[in-house]
């Protein structure tokens, strides 16, 4: 069992900077893939970002590349996200997921989520 807790959300101007927090728990944290995911109103949930088992391979979609940063501190058990340079359409509930067991792009590959954090960037 893993349970899975968002932080770091919140308001803030385009262009400003946020780096949100999963926090996990249970055995298997250390034993999958990770990602974020996000979804903005009227909008299908979309692949963010992901991360592996180690951390040694990172994967971004192309339109947070450059701008977002994932990472894990498997000995804190947390995954974070890094945002940059933030624009109004990154407006979105953001969610962690964990265990990946297929392709980090798809949200059915990953077994378990968390309640979403909320990112909202004014313009």
């Known amino acids: 069992q893993v349970q899975l807790v968002e932080s770091g959300g919140g308001l803030v101007q385009a262009g400003g900077s946020l780096r949100l927090s999963c926090a996990a728990s249970?055995?298997?944290?250390?034993?999958?893939?990770m990602g974020w995911f996000r979804q903005a109103p009227g909008r299908e949930r979309e692949f963010a970002a992901a991360i592996s088992r180690s951390g040694g391979s990172t994967y971004y979609a192309d339109s947070v590349k450059g701008r977002f940063t994932i990472s894990r501190d498997n000995a804190k058990n947390t995954m974070y996200l890094q945002m940059n340079s933030l624009t109004p359409e990154d407006t979105a509930v953001y969610y962690c997921?964990?265990?990946?067991?297929?392709?980090?792009?798809?949200?059915?590959?990953?077994?378990?989520w968390g309640q979403g954090t909320q990112v909202t960037v004014s313009s």
């Open positions: 997921a964990a265990d990946n067991r297929g392709s980090y792009l798809l949200s059915r590959s990953y077994n378990y």
């Open positions: 249970g055995r298997t944290f250390s034993s999958a893939g």
